[in-house]
């Protein structure tokens, strides 16, 4: 196994950054033996993954870090870095490599407080690996100003820094940002090579790692949580009745209530699981007395822990809504491949008989009307308009679609 082997579906991907960690590979060691560098290096200080959710953004991104900072001695026998098993890979892998920072959106946008630590650890030359390496995993929620303080990094990188953005497209990130990137696209992998790699990497079984692909149109983590979740395929299946609940207003408003609390659920039990070791791990970093009493000038930085914390709640809460709209639209996206009469596979067989009924009932340019309501739900999530109020206006629309 490799650092490449969790990339599912993205072969030319994976060929790509495999010859750039070889050059940068290369650099590193003619650095240490103050030797020229290799010309016509494939290894570049800024580059930016792009491609649609569940493609495999992070993951391609975390594995080329991985591939970095490769420490294994295979590779002065001529072996590709990224081994995935060396100290270098394990720890990068992971998240605990000393040298790979990673930054992820905690609520709607990266803040610029977010980034100014993150920024300025980028000038400084590797503490221990052979690179300095930032990920950021949601660039496209780069505020105005916190892509500016990226941008003036991106223009004058120290040597042996290197910058990894991950957006669902180009047009997500600042002009002046990408133009200073290598480009990768990802794309969706199949529904075959998602069954095969859970079959293969967490055990599912044949027909339930087929039922998770297929539910999931290829999206990777989605799926393997459908796999292994009971709870997960219980909402999903909750999600899919939800279409010929809609009758009447009343429905309609409970329906969307029920949504909203099912999403707000998710995000109590992740800050369950989150918030506590978050907290007492700060605490006792702070120096905390016995008791829990913190010392004095440190009720600052518990405020910010927070203040983190609660956007995060938030964007749980509005990402598990996310999902539960992406399963609608598959329904509909189903409901009318039906009405059509396309050669196009149905991804939720399992719901075969309110696909039937829905088709039969309605035609082709109302479940058009309906798919347009779930996005401009969607839309209005993303613009941070209160969740109840968006759903309901989406359910209302389902109803008169």
């Known amino acids: 196994m490799t650092v490449w082997d969790d990339l599912v579906g993205q072969e030319k991907v994976s060929a790509v950054l495999d010859a750039a960690a070889r050059d940068a590979d290369a650099l590193v060691t003619a650095a240490a033996a103050q030797e020229p560098p290799p010309e016509a290096s494939k290894m570049t200080h800024a580059w930016l993954f792009t491609g649609p959710p569940g493609a495999g953004r992070n993951q391609a991104a975390r594995a080329f870090a991985a591939a970095l900072q490769c420490v294994s001695p295979d590779r002065a026998l001529g072996g590709s870095p990224g081994c995935g098993f060396c100290d270098g890979c394990h720890t990068a892998l992971l998240g605990t490599h000393a040298d790979v920072t990673t930054v992820a959106a905690v609520g709607s946008e990266i803040l610029v407080k977010d980034m100014r630590d993150t920024v300025r650890k980028s000038f400084t030359a590797p503490a221990n690996g052979r690179w300095q390496i930032i990920l950021v995993e949601d660039a496209e929620r780069l505020n105005e100003k916190s892509a500016n303080a990226v941008l003036k990094a991106v223009e004058e990188p120290a040597p042996r820094t290197v910058w990894l953005l991950c957006a669902p497209s180009v047009e997500d990130v600042l002009p002046t940002i990408r133009s200073r990137c290598r480009h990768l696209t990802l794309r969706t992998p199949s529904v075959e090579a998602v069954a095969d790699m859970l079959v293969r990497r967490d055990g599912i079984e044949p027909e339930a790692a087929a039922y998770a692909a297929r539910a999931t149109q290829g999206h990777v983590d989605r799926a393997r949580r459908l796999a292994t979740d009971p709870a997960a395929r219980e909402r999903r299946a909750t999600v899919l ?20 609390d099912a999403a707000a659920e998710d995000a109590k039990q992740l800050a369950e699981e989150m918030d506590g070791k978050e907290t007492e791990e700060l605490k006792a970093a702070l120096g905390a007395a016995q008791g829990g009493r913190l010392p004095r000038g440190t009720a600052g930085v518990m405020k910010d822990l927070e203040d983190m914390q609660k956007r995060r709640r938030t964007r749980t809460q509005r990402d598990s809504l996310d999902v539960a709209l992406g399963d609608l639209i598959a329904f509909y996206r189903d409901v009318l491949a039906l009405q059509l009469g396309t050669r196009v596979a149905i991804a939720n067989a399992d719901a075969g008989e309110a696909l039937e009924r829905l088709a039969r009932g309605s035609a082709p340019e109302s479940t058009l009307r309906r798919i347009e309501a779930i996005s401009a739900c969607r839309e209005a999530l993303d613009r941070n308009v209160a969740p109840l109020l968006a759903v309901e206006a989406m359910t209302m629309a389902l109803r008169a679609g």
Do not use: N, S, T
């Open 241 to 260: 009745k939800l279409p010929l609940r809609l009758d009447e207003v009343g429905a309609c408003l409970k329906a969307a209530q029920e949504l909203v």
